[in-house]
């Protein structure tokens, strides 16, 4: 069964800082893709960055990256250069040869100024 | 603009009342499918569709239905809402068949059944 785990219920991040917001995988799938969306209080959610399994390299997008490391099977999101507007729920999510997405339980970030 | 629209918004019903909640995308998207989302338990997968008249349940389908007779349209039926239902929902869309291709949400629906 795949599973993705997101231990850090809340974080918090001074402005101008880097933050890691941590995720792990489990599945037994060969090929997958790793998806990070953010959830902003007003409720959309916002597809960020995506990392495929046979990627080498670690994916990003602007202040975003994803570090992935396959052995260990996670893969966190790192935000530089926080934000006020980075305050949001994120989720990890997963999507495996079925073509399903599952998400972790989502991690709450505040940004303070 | 490329997007997924759900609607209503926002919706308050009472206990058995059947109620719709639309959904459609502009993308041509094979994959549609609905979530539910509540506090510490992440998004579950209700129902999804591969294409029209291809629907399949997904982790928590009891008391919902769906029905895929337009690409664009993927529409979330309660035949009779409980209050276990109340929830935030999401219709989203993608590309079948590819790994790479992220999830388009629509923006949402909060319900509340009393």
């Known amino acids: 069964a795949q599973k993705i785990t997101q231990t850090q219920p809340g974080m918090f991040v001074q402005e101008k800082e880097a933050v890691t917001l941590d995720c792990t995988y489990d599945?037994?799938?060969?090929?997958?893709?790793l998806f990070w969306y953010k959830q902003p209080s007003s409720g959309e959610m916002i597809f960020l960055i995506y990392?495929?399994?046979?990627?080498?390299q670690n994916a990003t997008e602007g202040r975003y990256s994803l570090n992935f490391q396959k052995a260990r099977k996670s893969a966190n999101l790192v935000i530089s250069a926080s934000q006020l507007g980075d305050s949001a729920m994120y989720f990890c999510?997963?999507?495996?040869?079925?073509?399903?997405?599952?998400f972790g339980q989502g991690t709450t970030l505040q940004v303070k100024p | 603009e490329a997007q997924v629209t759900q609607n209503p918004r926002y919706l308050i019903t009472v206990t058995g009342k059947k109620l719709t909640v639309t959904c459609s995308q502009n993308?041509?998207?094979?994959?549609m499918s609905w979530y539910r989302q509540d506090p510490g338990l992440g998004l579950r997968q209700i129902y999804y569709?591969?294409?029209?008249?291809?629907?399949d349940k997904g982790d928590v389908p009891e008391g919902y239905k769906v029905s895929r007779k337009e690409k664009r349209n993927f529409p979330l039926i309660l035949e009779s809402p409980s209050p276990n239902q109340t929830s935030l929902y999401f219709c989203?869309?993608?590309?079948?068949?590819?790994?790479?291709?992220?999830?388009?949400f629509g923006n949402g629906t909060r319900l509340t059944v009393t």
């Open positions: 569709s591969m294409n029209v008249e291809v629907t």
């Open positions: 989203a869309s993608s590309l079948a068949g590819q790994i790479n291709s992220p999830l388009h």
């Open positions: 999510a997963m999507k495996g040869n079925t073509g399903k997405l599952i």
């Open positions: 599945t037994s799938d060969q090929s997958y893709g």
């Open positions: 990392q495929g399994s046979y990627d080498e």
């Open positions: 993308m041509n998207h094979e994959y």
